[in-house]
């Protein structure tokens, strides 16, 4: 019996769509390890059209006539379909991409500084003008977490975000805790590596995650925050005491970034050394990783791990934002809407170590619970406000202060409104 046969039309190939052009501007870690990533992975459909840098005498990986020095020329280019600044220099930073969104383009950036010092300013400029801000390389490195943020929990309510946001710091606390190493050798094996800068101040004085976390509580609470306002300690003092101090209680040190939303619906935001245990998914977060820990009210937890640092992870995030700028992603900070207050008005569990009895004073402790005079350290609650008002007289005297317990409303020694610093962070 016969068989009827449909001849198929031929398919028409789909043309590949053209290449997108960027341009570039800052070859540094990051910038090189983005252009290292478009070398090997041709397929990306992004071609580095044009490379600005700063400084025409220093040696780099490409022919110097790769180079040019001037970043406006790339503003007005219009055969550039996108812009990626990354420099180090916070204030050049912001001119720039201010500039670009008047013009209503694309632009992806890594410069986490910059954007916690002026992210309702951008926001406004995109509003205004068209133009679309990518920076999911500002934060964490290669874990998205600000599009998870932004895109898959931009409408559900947070109760916390606690998070390594440091991978620098967190190496230097891996090495101390593991080998016994002092903070000094410890922070010098840092640096050779590459995972510290030689000025390691923005990392070990908790500023470079302090600017993270205004970022994250952008996106998950719709709460911009200025960075003076969110407490940041660092790790300058710390010392093998205080290392004892942790394993002999089986725990670890870590500098964790914490936004918490409190009973009334106000948000704190802090960064600080503090306490972490084996119940908590930061405890197993060494080297230069980082982690970052989720709690939905719907969702529930959301645990994310990754490296935080370096040209080709960090390279890695900018070329998301640049497939996502493809595919016409853009931020909706849905919650900026209604944003929730910040609160300070709390007291928090620390231990603080130092050779200076007047900081004690300082500090004015509401509640004692552990002193040791011997090794130099108290343990007990004490006013966050007072803690972010001197925070630079503490780093002067080289103190070192971690965050051992709870936050609980001042004045009260009732139930603390926040979980325990050591277990579930």
């Known amino acids: 019996m016969p068989t009827d046969v449909v001849s198929a039309a031929p398919l028409t190939p789909i043309a590949p769509a053209r290449p997108w052009h960027i341009g570039l501007i800052g070859f540094g870690c990051v910038g090189?390890?983005?252009?290292?990533?478009?070398?090997?992975?041709?397929?990306?459909?992004?071609?580095?059209?044009?490379?600005?840098?700063?400084?025409?005498?220093?040696?780099?990986?490409?022919?110097?006539?790769?180079?040019?020095?001037?970043?406006?020329?790339?503003l007005v280019d219009d055969s550039l379909d996108v812009l990626v600044e990354l420099i180090d220099?916070?204030?050049?930073?912001?001119?720039?991409?201010?500039?670009?969104?008047?013009?209503?383009?694309?632009?992806?950036?890594?410069?986490k500084a910059m954007l916690a010092r002026h992210l309702?300013?951008?926001?406004?400029?995109?509003?205004?003008h068209g133009g679309t801000l990518l920076y999911e390389a500002a934060v964490c490195g290669s874990?998205?977490?600000?599009?998870?943020?932004d895109a898959y929990f931009g409408t559900e309510p947070l109760r916390r975000l606690t998070g390594i946001l440091n991978g620098s710091s967190n190496y230097v606390l891996t090495r101390m805790g593991e080998g016994g190493t002092d903070y000094g050798p410890a922070l010098a094996q840092a640096q050779q590596l590459g995972f510290a800068?030689?000025?390691?101040?923005?990392?070990?004085?908790?500023?470079?995650?302090?600017s993270k976390a205004v970022l994250l509580a952008a996106h998950a609470y719709g709460l911009f925050l200025d960075p003076e306002q969110v407490l940041n300690l660092g790790i300058e003092g710390i010392s093998a005491t205080d290392i004892a101090f942790a394993a002999s209680r089986g725990q670890k040190i870590k500098v964790v970034a914490g936004l918490q939303r409190l009973p009334d619906g106000r948000v704190t935001a802090l960064v600080t050394p503090q306490l972490v245990g084996p119940e908590s998914p930061l405890f197993g977060v060494d080297e230069e990783f980082n982690g970052v820990v989720l709690e939905a009210d719907f969702a529930g937890e959301q645990f994310l791990r990754g490296r935080g640092a370096g040209g080709h992870p960090t390279g890695?995030?900018?070329?998301?934002?640049?497939?996502?700028?493809?595919?016409?992603?853009?931020?909706?900070?849905?919650?900026?809407?209604?944003?929730?207050?910040?609160?300070t008005d709390l007291e928090i569990e620390i231990y603080l170590?130092?050779?200076?009895?007047?900081?004690?004073?300082?500090?004015?402790?509401?509640?004692?619970?552990?002193?040791?005079?011997?090794?130099?350290?108290?343990?007990?609650?004490?006013?966050?406000?007072?803690?972010?008002?001197?925070?630079?007289?503490?780093?002067?005297?080289?103190?070192?202060?971690?965050?051992?317990?709870?936050?609980?409303?001042?004045?009260?020694?009732?139930?603390?409104?926040?979980?325990?610093?050591?277990?579930?962070?």
Not at 143 to 149: D, E, N
């Open 32 to 74: 090189q390890g983005l252009y290292d990533i478009l070398q090997q992975h041709p397929a990306s459909g992004f071609v580095v059209a044009r490379i600005v840098v700063k400084n025409p005498a220093k040696a780099r990986t490409l022919p110097a006539e790769r180079f040019e020095f001037d970043a406006d020329a790339l």
């Open 89 to 111: 220099d916070a204030n050049a930073a912001f001119a720039l991409v201010a500039a670009a969104l008047l013009r209503g383009r694309r632009v992806v950036t890594a410069n």
């Open 120 to 128: 309702p300013a951008l926001v406004a400029l995109q509003r205004a």
């Open 143 to 149: 874990i998205p977490i600000i599009r998870t943020l």
């Open 197 to 210: 800068e030689t000025d390691p101040s923005l990392d070990m004085g908790a500023f470079d995650p302090r």
């Open 316 to 343: 890695s995030a900018v070329l998301a934002d640049l497939a996502a700028l493809r595919q016409g992603f853009a931020y909706h900070y849905a919650k900026t809407a209604a944003p929730p207050t910040h609160a």
């Open 353 to 425: 170590r130092t050779d200076e009895p007047r900081l004690i004073d300082l500090l004015d402790f509401s509640e004692v619970s552990e002193e040791a005079d011997e090794d130099g350290y108290v343990v007990g609650y004490v006013a966050l406000a007072h803690l972010i008002a001197h925070r630079d007289l503490l780093r002067e005297y080289g103190a070192f202060i971690m965050r051992t317990g709870q936050l609980r409303p001042i004045g009260e020694a009732a139930t603390p409104v926040l979980e325990t610093a050591s277990g579930r962070v």
